[in-house]
Structure formats: C-alpha cells, structure tokens
C-alpha cells in the first residue's frame, strides 16, 4: 500500500450471513477491539436488512456501511430490487458490484456492472469493483487479457473526477472462499495491472489515488505479507470477516 496517495480500506464482505441482531453483536465486539483506530477505513458489506441496524451501531465509530448489490435503475417495476437512492437514504456509503458470486449465479455482466457503477456515483455512493479470473482462465494465461477487459468496460462513460471514488477488488475466483489465496506476488501483479489499465484511461495521477484491494481468503496470518505490496491497498474479506477478532486482527496487519 502507498498512504501517501491513497486510502487503506479494509471491507468485510458478510455475504448472506448474520441476522439483524446478530450483526449488531458482531460490530459491538468490533468496535471494543478496534475502537476509532485512524490507519485505514473500515467498511461491513452487510445483508440490506441490516443496513439500518448496522449503520445505527457503526455511527459512533469509524466504519462505514456498504451494500452488496443495488440495481443500477432509479426506481421501476423490479421486483425484489433495491436502488442506490434506498442505500444512500440508509446511510450506506459503499456498494459492492460484481462480485464474482453475483456474476456466477445471478447473471450479472460486465454491462451491468458498468451501469451499476454509473448509478452508484451519480447518487453518491463508492462502488467497490470485483474482478477477477477463474482458474482455468489463470491456467489457460489470458488472467491480463480477461482483468484488462472487466476493468475498461466497468469504467466506461466514467470521467475521471468519478474515477477517484472508485474502489477496485482484485479477487481470483480460485481464491474466493477455498482457502487458497493468491500469492503476495500473484496479487501485487494483478493489482498493478489494475492500476496500469486506469493510468492509460486517465493518467498517473488519478490512478495512483485509486484504492485497489486485494480479496480471496484473507486471513489474520496471510494479510500483512499481501497487504505490504505497492498496489494492494486493503482487503475485501469473506469467511474471516465473521469473527470480530478474526476481522480486527486484519485491521491491525494493516497498521504495519
Ligand atoms: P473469502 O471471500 O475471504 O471468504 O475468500 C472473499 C470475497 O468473496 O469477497
């Protein structure tokens, strides 16, 4: 990570788990282990019922609230959806977008990702970007090919003072809740990768403000060794983000 141009921002990523109550337990425990600690921003990908549950908990502490998907259109006949204005009215202030899991079995694609992003900073809100490849495309070494294309096409129509409120997630596929994770080198390189596709769209200087983080199976032990590379600038962590003190010792790897 670089502090000097950019933000460390450590995300839990709870997926479908924790009831409201129960995600007012964990973000208590949470708070009592990292309090207001001022080296990185913290940020709990919640189920949306526990949006107001978390964002009423979290206030008086220095994490935000994200959302784990929105729909990228205003208001309309969408069953089931739920649109950036909701989210922002809530008090969320990031939204995840294209996770792997959500292009796997709810058929989003690089399309609708771009159109979630779009509406995501039109309304205010940080989108946090997932991309990344599976194994056989890591086998078959089109991983630059495929990463280059998922972020040119979610940063389209984007201008570049948008840009900077972007957050980037490099998440393998392989990686994603297998307890395999990427080697620190395998991250950084995919993570400057990412960076190099932004500097060719809008120039070193908004590419270096942009916060890249690195996710898939992201844990006390592995994360100060993956987030002490350049351009791995925080973590969107799943299964260990469950646990106050498994996610609050990430926390702490990332103040080294
Ligand atoms: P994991 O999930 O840490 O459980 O691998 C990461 C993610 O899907 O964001």
Redesign the pocket.
């Known amino acids: 990570m670089n502090r000097k141009y950019r933000k460390t921002i450590i995300a839990g ?1 709870w ?1 479908m788990n924790k009831t409201p109550s129960e995600a007012k337990e964990l973000i208590e425990g949470l708070k009592a282990k990292v309090g207001r600690q001022k080296w990185c921003d913290v940020v709990l990908c919640v189920p949306f019922v526990d949006i107001p549950v978390a964002v009423r908990t979290a206030r008086d502490a220095k994490i935000a609230v994200a959302a784990q998907n929105m729909h990228y259109e205003k208001s309309g006949a969408f069953t089931g959806e739920i649109s950036a204005d909701m989210l922002k009215e809530l008090g969320v202030k990031y939204v995840v977008v294209g ?3 959500r292009r796997q079995y709810f058929a989003e694609t690089d399309k609708t990702v771009n159109l979630k992003v779009k509406a995501a900073l039109e309304t205010g809100l940080r989108p946090i970007i ?1 991309v990344g490849e599976t194994l056989e495309q890591r086998e078959a070494e089109i991983t630059e090919q495929h990463i280059t294309a998922q972020v040119k096409v979610a940063l389209l129509d984007i201008p570049a003072e948008l840009v900077r409120k972007v957050v980037f ?1 490099y ?1 393998p596929v392989w ?4 307890g395999k994770t990427a080697t620190a080198e395998q991250a950084a390189e995919v993570c400057a990768l990412i960076r190099a596709v932004i500097r060719a769209k809008y120039g070193a200087r908004v590419a270096r403000s942009v916060t890249i983080q690195y ?5 006390a032990s592995n994360a100060q060794e993956l987030l002490s590379q350049l351009d791995v600038d925080g973590g ?6 469950l646990k106050a003190d498994d996610f609050a010792a990430i926390i702490f790897a990332a103040n080294q």
């Open positions: 990523n997926k996770h792997s899991e997932c997630a998440e990686a994603i809740g297998t996710g898939g199976s992201m844990n969107l962590i799943g299964g260990a983000s």
